[in-house]
Antibody, heavy 120, light 107 residues
């Protein structure tokens, strides 16, 4: 059973860059899409983007100018950088695996989530 | 972007009730629709994929239907552990998008 674990600072100053890493255990990162999703307190889920093991990425257009994702297959990790953060970026950030089953895609494994607060 | 709209936003029901949550896409997404359950402080958990396929380990009281733009999630007989927030999500195109959620509360 694959497990995902987010790590990174829980507090980031406005205008700085949020950096998170997701470590995958119990399975290889060498297939599937690896995704970041966030959820502000009391609100819904927002897809930030995904990365394939080859390094190919898809980003949410609403965040594209500020997002960078990377993958390190040797460490079984993938990462998120979100630049120029504001209070609106305060949220629980989840990493997740998007599995392809025939022509369907689903988020079938999730990290526990990590709260990132943007504040000075 | 494909907009996903769920209704109702909240719902009160009793143990044993049959409940239905609906989800509408702003354009056809064929059957590329997933349903998730989220409990407070926890990550979402997939219940249904491909609009009507039950994820492994999910109780059979959960079922999904629909295609194109209109979808439903049905819980046939509510159990205490089913009180949670439910989200639909389209996997037809990127960016992936979710409905706003339906909070299912105990009456």
């Amino acid at each position: 059973q694959v497990q995902l674990q987010e790590s990174g600072p829980g507090l980031v100053k406005p205008s700085e860059t949020l950096s998170l890493t997701c470590t995958v255990s119990g399975g290889s990162i060498s297939s599937n899409f690896w995704t970041w999703i966030r959820q502000p307190a009391g609100k819904g889920l927002e897809w930030i983007g995904r990365i394939y093991p080859s390094g190919s990425t898809n980003y949410n257009p609403s965040l594209k100018s500020r997002v960078t994702m990377s993958v390190d297959t040797s460490k079984n990790q993938f990462s998120l950088k979100l630049s120029s953060v504001t209070a609106a970026d305060t949220a629980v950030y989840y990493c997740a695996r998007e599995t392809q089953w025939l022509v369907q895609f689903l988020f079938d494994s999730w990290g526990q989530g990590t709260l990132v607060t943007v504040s000075s | 972007d494909i907009q996903m709209t769920q209704s109702p936003s909240s719902l009160s029901a009793s143990v044993g009730d049959r409940v239905t949550i609906t989800c509408r896409a702003s354009q056809s997404i064929r059957s590329n629709l997933n349903w998730y359950q989220q409990k407070p402080g926890k990550a979402p958990k997939v219940l249904i994929y491909d609009a009507s396929s039950l994820q492994s380990g999910v109780p059979s009281r959960f079922s999904g239907s629909g295609s194109g733009t209109d979808f439903t999630l049905t819980i046939s007989s509510l159990q205490p552990e089913d009180f949670a927030t439910y989200y639909c999500q389209q996997s037809y195109s990127t960016p992936r998008t979710f409905g706003q959620g339906t909070k299912l509360e105990i009456k």
